[in-house]
């Protein structure tokens, strides 16, 4: 559909540029900003108001979306492979881009001053599959977020779009592109006032070539930087996903994940740097476990040794254990299926099975869960600290949504970091971060309750509670969402075994027919599956796991590295046999 072509009510434009006009007015009149400041301010209100404009002023038959075609048209994509694609193309692209990703891991922020840096998704690192102060600094977390609110608009129906629908299903797919460029700045720019800080040197040369701007445009450089790299991301999963084996998101992760659990088993450095001491021991699991025998005799270890080994962080032996846990659980979890038969129709004997798995939904829903309570966390740290939002009404500095230590050195004293929460509903919805945090306190309040931080030992278990309740919830919610918007619901699945010609021997081939049967399974299978992967990330998160994965990770790359094996066995059975090409969608 053109330009030209699309229906549209200009009226919209009267209101919408009334209101940039009061809010430019409001911001010359009583804010008084510079020039510069204006700009920049005048520029972003514009293209918001312009995106609305397209959306509201669609007058067509179909869904409002369809007025932001002239946009989702044009921006930069990865272009679909015409006809099959080797596989070993395909590897060449997956390692291409897993490297380069690394690469990015290590190109730090230009302007920033790293000493000073404090990381909004400290809790969240591993899922998010980024590094602090590089060009990967918000992973893949805008792409997460942007494709939550999607999401949650389609399940409310509050987007019109049949995603059966090839046509639709584009319209979403370039509107989820538009909302991951827009969450790209939502979580880019906060994180220049008081997190990202620009060094004193490039300030002061910027105020030289305009005074007085040097904080405004060196803020404006690295907020530039962080769209770029997390927009290359975005371009970078795009070519796994057309080109490669996978997805990018899902390679990311892995990789990220995969190289702390080596570090956190391995590192024979000290957490704190020095030389290796009772106080400040190897900071991997192993060289820990060796020093500790290899320093301690048999009454020092009775005496506290052993705590330090199997309790006690970095990276005890029991971390370890609940790591390699659930390595086995989600293997296991993975191979486990429920086998519908399934007959063809016309050609006697043909006969085959449709696998459900217990994991229907796959892994993306503990990856949305997570993702949103890592915004969750994000901005009740800038609610409580960023000198703006602190006056926001209600919810500004308020300690119900959460409070935090109010600088670095009061949190180190504490033990904590300066973005863990202290209290409010921040706490309670919080990364429990192994035994040691919750357990060994509730078991002796004398020793260990210092490990709580100032809360009383039925908070801590409120927390675990809640955290745990809300992983489970929200991911059996996120797999009813994401059943939805993939057609891996029972009439979708119905259309597409009466379009392969199968039907279920003793049932009549009719959509409606498959459809009952398929429906007494895949919504139960659905809750099933959110339950359990929410229940497998929280439950590694209460033991613990090696290198501050977190469960949530842990569960994500054993997920990752099956599917990616089975993905890899397709891609050759269609390389040694071009006909299975058509049957397994290779073409």
Do not use: C
């Not at 979306?65 to 002239?70: S, T």
């Not at 899902?250 to 956190?264: D, E, K, R, T, Y």
């Not at 000198?387 to 308020?398: C, E, S």
């Amino acid at each position: 559909m053109a330009e030209e072509e699309t229906p549209r009510n200009p009226t919209w434009a009267l209101p919408l540029g009334i209101i940039g006009l009061a809010v430019l007015s409001f911001d010359w009149f009583w804010v008084h900003p510079t020039i510069v400041s204006f700009g920049l301010l005048a520029l972003g209100l514009f293209t918001v108001l312009s995106l609305f404009y397209l959306g509201l002023s669609y007058d067509g038959e179909k869904s409002k979306l369809y007025g932001l075609k002239p946009v989702t048209s044009r921006m930069p994509a990865v272009a679909q492979p015409k006809g099959h694609v080797h596989f070993r193309t395909k590897i060449f692209w997956t390692v291409g881009v897993l490297l380069m990703y690394f690469f990015l891991t290590n190109i730090f922020l230009y302007g920033v001053d790293q000493q000073s840096v404090i990381d909004l998704f400290q809790s969240y690192r591993a899922i998010l599959a980024g590094q602090q102060g590089t060009l990967m600094h918000l992973g893949i977390g805008p792409i997460v977020t942007g494709s939550i609110i999607m999401q949650l608009f389609t399940g409310a129906k509050i987007i019109n779009l049949d995603l059966t629908d090839d046509e639709d299903k584009g319209m979403y797919q370039g509107t989820q592109k538009v909302m991951v460029i827009a969450m790209i700045f939502v979580e880019a720019i906060p994180q220049v006032f008081g997190y990202l800080t620009p060094s004193n040197s490039l300030i002061t040369a910027l105020n030289g070539s305009s005074p007085g701007n040097g904080p405004l445009l060196a803020g404006a450089i690295i907020v530039a930087q962080l769209v770029f790299g997390s927009y290359l991301v975005f371009l970078m999963d795009e070519v796994v996903s057309k080109w490669g084996i996978g997805s990018g998101i899902s390679l990311f992760i892995a990789a990220g994940v995969s190289q702390q659990i080596v570090q956190g088993t391995l590192n024979w450095l000290p957490a704190s740097g020095g030389t290796a001491t009772a106080q400040n021991p190897p900071s991997g699991t192993i060289p820990k476990a060796i020093f500790f025998f290899t320093h301690y005799n048999a009454g020092q270890m009775a005496s506290g040794g052993w705590e330090q080994v199997l309790l006690h962080a970095p990276n005890p032996v029991v971390a370890l254990a609940g790591t390699a846990a659930i390595f086995f659980l989600v293997a296991w979890t993975e191979s486990t299926r429920i086998e519908l038969p399934l007959s063809h129709a016309e050609a006697r004997g043909a006969r085959g099975r449709y696998p459900l798995r217990l994991i229907y939904a796959s892994n993306i829903p503990v990856i949305l869960m997570a993702a949103l309570l890592a915004n969750v966390s994000m901005f009740s740290i800038l609610l409580w600290t960023n000198p703006a939002l602190q006056h926001f009404p209600l919810l500004g500095h308020n300690q119900y949504i959460g409070y935090y230590a109010p600088n670095a050195q009061v949190a180190q004293s504490m033990g904590v970091s300066q973005t863990t929460p202290l209290g409010g509903g921040a706490y309670y919805l919080s990364t429990v971060n192994g035994l040691e945090s919750w357990l060994l306190p509730l078991l002796n309040y004398q020793t260990y309750g210092s490990f709580l931080v100032g809360h009383a030992w039925w908070q801590d278990l409120a927390h675990v509670g809640i955290y745990f309740s809300v992983m489970v919830l929200g991911s059996i919610l996120f797999a009813k969402f994401w059943i939805q918007t993939t057609n891996m619901g029972p009439e979708a699945v119905a259309r597409q075994i009466e379009a392969s010609g199968m039907q279920i021997p003793g049932f009549r081939r009719e959509p409606r027919v498959l459809r009952r049967v398929l429906a007494r399974y895949i919504p139960v299978i659905t809750v099933i599956s959110g339950a359990a992967v929410g229940a497998l990330a929280a439950g590694a998160d209460l033991i613990g796991t090696v290198g501050n994965a977190s469960g949530t990770g842990v569960l994500l790359t054993v997920g990752i590295i099956i599917n990616l094996y089975e993905a890899m066995g397709r891609e050759q059975l269609m390389e040694m046999n071009p006909l299975l090409r058509r049957f397994l969608g290779g073409e």
